[in-house]
């Protein structure tokens, strides 16, 4: 049964292996929005090209993106991929922000409240929405991805069928109300999974995990 002490090992483990990750790389809040919408479906090096191409164009913010032209939009994004459909996504979301009054006036918003805003526009999923909430917004949500299921599950610490809220909530219940533990915890289990627990062949050895089931 996975409880707080269980939980908190894996972190020691994985921090003393891989160090602190300092993650998400961006230098404002809007930018890690904007990275949140990219790295759908891509890697991470991707949506930096994209980034560096909406930076050099002066578009990366609300304003830009929501005037931006469709066509010089897709140019700039492409390297993310599926970019017809991010930029669709991007656009949403900038003008939603701005009839908002941009990221500070939401700061007053319950965090429940502001989740359900950003899980309604279109193209923003559970993922998305707790990586704004947790990275641009500072609230106390936990990130699950695809690395965290893979893990979590190749140690036989989660059935098969479990959802996305029921695995959020496995850490929110188990865990201190902590945002930068909620953003280190998630960092280091994507970087498990990149370096470790790779979806077609994991790489058990040396792996900060190895065993970790065994304490159950």
């Not at 897709?74 to 701005?98: M, V």
């Not at 050895?205 to 065993?211: D, F, N, R, V």
Request: with cysteine.
């Amino acid at each position: 049964m996975i409880d707080t002490d269980l939980l908190l090992d894996i972190y020691r483990r994985m921090e003393e292996a891989l160090g602190h990750q300092n993650w998400w790389p961006a230098e404002t809040p809007f930018e890690v929005c904007v990275g949140a919408i990219l790295t759908q479906n891509t890697n991470w090096s991707n949506v930096e090209r994209a980034i560096k191409n909406l930076k050099q164009a002066g578009l990366l913010s609300p304003e830009g993106i929501a005037a931006a032209e469709d066509e010089r939009l897709f140019e700039l994004i492409k390297p993310a991929g599926f970019y017809k459909q991010k930029a669709k996504r991007l656009k949403a979301f900038s003008k939603w922000l701005l009839e908002q009054g941009g990221l500070d006036a939401l700061k007053d918003t319950p965090t429940e409240t502001l989740r359900e805003m950003l899980l309604s526009i279109k193209g923003v999923g559970h993922e998305t929405a707790d990586s704004i909430l947790l990275y641009a917004l500072d609230r106390p949500v936990f990130v699950v991805d695809a690395y965290t299921y893979r893990i979590f599950l190749r140690h036989n610490l989660i059935y098969e069928e479990i959802t996305y809220n029921e695995l959020q909530e496995l850490f929110m219940r188990n865990l201190p109300e902590d945002v930068e533990l909620f953003k280190e915890y998630h960092a280091l289990l994507v970087e498990v999974g990149k370096r470790f627990c790779k979806k077609k062949k994991p790489l058990c050895g040396g792996c900060p995990l190895e065993g970790i089931n065994s304490l159950l």
